[in-house]
Protein backbone atom coordinates (compact mmCIF):
# COMPACT_ATOMS: atom_id res chain seq x y z
CA UNK A 1 0.00 0.00 0.00
CA UNK A 2 2.86 2.23 0.40
CA UNK A 3 3.79 1.64 -2.68
CA UNK A 4 0.95 3.20 -4.63
CA UNK A 5 2.24 6.34 -4.50
CA UNK A 6 5.08 5.10 -7.05
CA UNK A 7 4.99 4.50 -10.54
CA UNK A 8 8.04 2.11 -10.62
CA UNK A 9 8.92 -1.58 -8.57
CA UNK A 10 10.35 -2.01 -6.10
CA UNK A 11 11.64 -5.28 -6.94
CA UNK A 12 14.67 -6.99 -7.46
CA UNK A 13 15.92 -7.62 -10.87
CA UNK A 14 17.57 -11.10 -11.11
CA UNK A 15 21.44 -10.90 -11.80
CA UNK A 16 23.59 -13.68 -13.71
CA UNK A 17 26.49 -12.53 -11.62
CA UNK A 18 25.49 -14.75 -8.26
CA UNK A 19 27.53 -14.43 -5.27
CA UNK A 20 30.52 -16.47 -4.77
CA UNK A 21 31.69 -16.85 -8.59
CA UNK A 22 35.41 -17.85 -9.34
CA UNK A 23 36.16 -14.62 -10.92
CA UNK A 24 35.14 -11.42 -12.91
CA UNK A 25 32.91 -12.00 -16.02
CA UNK A 26 31.50 -9.48 -18.34
CA UNK A 27 28.52 -9.35 -16.97
CA UNK A 28 29.59 -8.54 -13.39
CA UNK A 29 32.18 -5.84 -14.84
CA UNK A 30 29.18 -4.44 -16.71
CA UNK A 31 27.30 -4.03 -13.39
CA UNK A 32 29.83 -2.41 -11.60
CA UNK A 33 29.70 0.15 -14.40
CA UNK A 34 26.28 0.07 -13.73
CA UNK A 35 26.73 0.63 -10.24
CA UNK A 36 29.35 3.42 -10.77
CA UNK A 37 26.96 5.43 -13.27
CA UNK A 38 24.29 5.69 -10.77
CA UNK A 39 26.47 6.12 -7.87
CA UNK A 40 26.36 3.14 -5.57
CA UNK A 41 30.30 2.91 -4.93
CA UNK A 42 31.92 1.82 -1.99
CA UNK A 43 32.24 4.73 -0.07
CA UNK A 44 28.43 4.99 -0.45
CA UNK A 45 28.04 1.71 0.88
CA UNK A 46 30.51 2.22 4.16
CA UNK A 47 28.46 5.67 4.51
CA UNK A 48 24.66 3.67 4.68
CA UNK A 49 26.25 1.32 7.17
CA UNK A 50 26.75 4.21 9.42
CA UNK A 51 23.41 5.10 8.97
CA UNK A 52 20.54 4.34 11.90
CA UNK A 53 16.69 4.98 11.95
CA UNK A 54 17.04 7.54 13.96
CA UNK A 55 19.38 9.63 11.71
CA UNK A 56 15.90 9.29 9.44
CA UNK A 57 13.65 10.10 12.15
CA UNK A 58 15.60 13.40 12.59
CA UNK A 59 16.08 14.57 9.14
CA UNK A 60 12.29 13.93 8.48
CA UNK A 61 11.64 16.49 11.79
CA UNK A 62 13.40 19.14 10.41
CA UNK A 63 12.44 18.59 6.56
CA UNK A 64 8.61 19.08 8.40
CA UNK A 65 9.37 21.73 10.21
CA UNK A 66 11.27 23.28 6.99
CA UNK A 67 8.11 22.84 5.18
CA UNK A 68 10.49 21.57 2.25
CA UNK A 69 8.71 18.39 1.86
CA UNK A 70 5.62 19.24 0.25
CA UNK A 71 7.90 20.70 -2.15
CA UNK A 72 9.54 17.63 -3.13
CA UNK A 73 8.24 16.10 -6.16
CA UNK A 74 8.61 12.37 -7.22
CA UNK A 75 11.76 11.04 -7.82
CA UNK A 76 13.32 10.97 -11.39
CA UNK A 77 14.40 8.25 -13.29
CA UNK A 78 18.04 8.45 -12.50
CA UNK A 79 17.13 8.44 -8.41
CA UNK A 80 14.96 5.71 -9.08
CA UNK A 81 17.27 3.56 -10.62
CA UNK A 82 19.87 4.64 -7.49
CA UNK A 83 17.05 3.49 -4.99
CA UNK A 84 16.55 -0.03 -6.77
CA UNK A 85 20.21 -0.52 -6.98
CA UNK A 86 20.91 0.39 -3.54
CA UNK A 87 18.55 -1.20 -1.86
CA UNK A 88 19.55 -4.67 -3.53
CA UNK A 89 23.50 -3.82 -2.70
CA UNK A 90 22.81 -2.14 0.82
CA UNK A 91 21.16 -4.40 3.35
CA UNK A 92 21.18 -2.06 6.07
CA UNK A 93 19.33 0.54 4.57
CA UNK A 94 16.85 -1.83 3.40
CA UNK A 95 16.36 -2.70 6.81
CA UNK A 96 16.21 0.57 7.56
CA UNK A 97 13.09 1.53 5.12
CA UNK A 98 11.28 -1.55 6.54
CA UNK A 99 11.54 -0.83 9.95
CA UNK A 100 10.42 3.30 8.99
CA UNK A 101 7.63 2.87 6.58
CA UNK A 102 5.31 3.30 6.71
CA UNK A 103 4.45 3.24 10.34
CA UNK A 104 7.34 6.33 11.18
CA UNK A 105 7.10 7.92 7.68
CA UNK A 106 5.69 7.53 4.48
CA UNK A 107 8.03 6.07 1.77
CA UNK A 108 8.33 9.66 -0.22
CA UNK A 109 9.70 10.90 2.97
CA UNK A 110 12.06 8.11 3.43
CA UNK A 111 13.63 8.92 -0.29
CA UNK A 112 13.77 12.33 0.01
CA UNK A 113 15.41 12.19 3.77
CA UNK A 114 17.67 9.44 1.78
CA UNK A 115 18.51 11.91 -0.71
CA UNK A 116 19.41 14.77 1.23
CA UNK A 117 21.76 12.41 3.44
CA UNK A 118 23.38 10.62 0.86
CA UNK A 119 24.03 14.01 -1.80
CA UNK A 120 27.53 14.53 -1.33
CA UNK A 121 28.05 10.79 -1.98
CA UNK A 122 26.35 10.82 -5.23
CA UNK A 123 25.21 14.32 -6.49
CA UNK A 124 28.54 14.16 -9.12
CA UNK A 125 26.75 10.95 -10.82
CA UNK A 126 23.50 12.44 -10.61
CA UNK A 127 24.98 16.00 -12.18
CA UNK A 128 26.42 13.71 -14.90
CA UNK A 129 23.23 11.94 -15.61
CA UNK A 130 21.28 15.15 -15.97
CA UNK A 131 24.30 16.16 -18.27
CA UNK A 132 23.90 12.91 -20.42
CA UNK A 133 20.11 13.32 -20.64
CA UNK A 134 20.80 17.09 -21.81
CA UNK A 135 23.04 16.02 -24.47
CA UNK A 136 20.96 13.22 -25.55
CA UNK A 137 17.62 15.50 -25.62
CA UNK A 138 19.84 17.83 -27.50
CA UNK A 139 21.15 15.47 -29.82
CA UNK A 140 17.43 14.53 -30.64
CA UNK A 141 16.19 17.67 -31.28
CA UNK A 142 18.98 19.42 -33.26
CA UNK A 143 20.35 16.50 -35.06
CA UNK A 144 23.46 17.33 -34.44
CA UNK A 145 26.40 14.24 -33.90
CA UNK A 146 26.80 14.05 -30.52
CA UNK A 147 30.55 15.25 -30.22
CA UNK A 148 29.32 18.79 -31.16
CA UNK A 149 26.37 18.71 -28.65
CA UNK A 150 29.02 17.92 -25.90
CA UNK A 151 30.93 20.54 -26.43
CA UNK A 152 27.98 23.11 -26.56
CA UNK A 153 26.88 21.12 -23.31
CA UNK A 154 30.32 21.62 -22.09
CA UNK A 155 30.67 25.53 -22.76
CA UNK A 156 27.41 26.19 -21.78
CA UNK A 157 28.13 25.12 -17.90
CA UNK A 158 31.45 26.65 -18.17
CA UNK A 159 29.88 30.05 -19.03
CA UNK A 160 26.99 29.59 -16.65
CA UNK A 161 30.26 28.66 -13.88
CA UNK A 162 32.27 31.32 -14.86
CA UNK A 163 29.81 33.91 -14.97
CA UNK A 164 30.62 37.19 -16.90
CA UNK A 165 34.85 36.79 -16.51
CA UNK A 166 36.55 38.63 -19.52
CA UNK A 167 38.59 36.93 -22.38
CA UNK A 168 42.63 36.69 -21.73
CA UNK A 169 43.89 39.34 -23.92
CA UNK A 170 46.03 36.96 -25.50
CA UNK A 171 42.75 34.65 -26.87
CA UNK A 172 41.11 38.48 -27.26
CA UNK A 173 44.07 38.95 -30.34
CA UNK A 174 43.17 35.90 -32.19
CA UNK A 175 39.62 36.56 -32.47
CA UNK A 176 40.39 40.15 -33.61
CA UNK A 177 42.53 38.25 -36.53
Request: charged residues 30%; proline residues 5%.
Amino acid sequence: MAFSAFTWPFRRRSSSGGGGGAGPSKPAAAATEGEEELGVTPQLLDFLRTLSPDAFKASAVQLNQGGSVEAAGELSEWQQRHAVLVLGRAKELAKIRYDLCPRHMKDKLFWTVYFLLARSYILPYELRAIQKEKVRRMETENGKPKDEITVEVEMQESKCSRGSRTLPDDDSEIQDS
